[in-house]
């Protein structure tokens, strides 16, 4: 679980879009594990709504709120990873379903993003 995003007064807290987009993506997470496509949906609609403030806010970021940036980053990673392995599983299952199994685009294989 990723730690709360820095409070205000603190040198590392992030700009209002940074910390929303924290937000979303953890809540993209959730209905990614669930499969929940509304949920899905939702977090992208909220994600595109944020990109003219991120961009905004990307002039206000200090060098000590990288630690932060990180998380973020980490969490993007995490559910990029999420949407490719239930993309596939998706497949997977239409293709058993119509008689004609599909492998998986990776064939199995799975990554390690830690880093």
Do not use: W, Y
């Amino acid at each position: 679980m990723n730690p709360a995003p820095a409070r205000a007064g603190d040198d590392g807290a992030l700009p209002p879009a940074f910390a929303e987009l924290e937000r979303v993506l953890g809540e993209e997470a959730r209905a990614l594990r669930k499969l929940d496509r509304e949920g899905i949906e939702r977090a992208a609609e909220q994600k595109a709504k944020l990109c003219d403030e991120l961009a905004a806010a990307r002039s206000q970021l200090k060098p000590a709120q990288r630690a932060g940036l990180e998380r973020i980053r980490k969490a993007a990673l995490k559910n990029h990873m999420l949407l490719a392995h239930a993309r596939d599983s998706v497949r997977q299952v239409l293709g058993t379903a119509s008689g004609r199994p599909a492998s998986p685009v990776l064939g199995g294989l799975r990554l390690d993003l830690r880093g």
